[in-house]
């Protein structure tokens, strides 16, 4: 799972470079379910990024989906059409994740000698409103022992393939995940 993600241009130069692009407002920070954050998705060719609000309306208009599984996206009618066609990435400075052992830790989780991830993502719009997830998958031997889900991360060079090449982003929901890096934060717990 991934139900916050911190989005920081400090010392971040990629980053700052989305941020500065992206049309619309959006939170810096601490990202929670509901904000407005950027995406980088496609219009008339080219990427951009764009501030979208993090999740779809949930079932019979209960909160919001934030998540989806790798492993069932092409087949959820919530998301099928989406994966089709609406694939979007995630531009971030880290994501967090608590532990489950009764002292609910706190960690953020970033990549090693990288200041940004990218997260494969889904968009739609719903109304006048655009919505993205964030697409998850088994958690690899870095991230198990806090959770048992991650996000997909993209390789920079994989973000245009991930958003413009439907086989290409079909192969990527079934690649491994690199490795991860976490540190202690101080903050309460989700919900």
């Known amino acids: 799972m991934c139900g916050r993600y911190s989005l920081y241009e400090d010392e971040n130069e990629e980053l700052r470079k ?3 692009r992206t049309e619309g407002e959006f939170k810096i920070g601490e990202i929670f379910p509901t904000d407005k954050a950027p995406i980088i998705l496609e219009k008339s060719g080219v990427l ?16 919001v989906v934030i998540n989806t599984r ?6 959820k009618p919530m998301f099928r059409r989406s ?3 609406k694939r979007c990435v995630i531009p971030s400075s880290g994501f967090f994740e608590w532990s489950h052992d009764g002292q609910k830790t706190k960690y953020q989780f970033n990549l090693p000698e990288s200041k940004i991830i990218y997260m494969a993502g889904l968009y739609q ?25 991650m996000p997909i991360i993209l390789p920079k060079g994989r973000v245009r393939s991930w958003i413009q090449d ?11 995940q690199p490795q991860l890096i976490r540190q202690k934060k ?3 717990p989700p919900g």
């Open 125 to 149: 719009d719903f109304g006048d409103e655009r919505r993205f997830v964030i697409i998850t998958t088994v958690a690899n031997e870095s991230m198990m022992e806090i959770h048992n889900r």
């Open 70 to 75: 790798a492993e069932t996206v092409p087949e």
């Open 48 to 63: 951009k990024p764009e501030a979208v609000v993090w999740g779809f309306p949930g079932f019979r208009g209960k909160g």
């Open 83 to 85: 994966f089709d066609t």
């Open 18 to 20: 989305i941020l500065d």
């Open 166 to 176: 439907g086989s290409v982003a079909a192969d990527l929901l079934r690649a491994e």
């Open 186 to 188: 101080q903050s309460t």
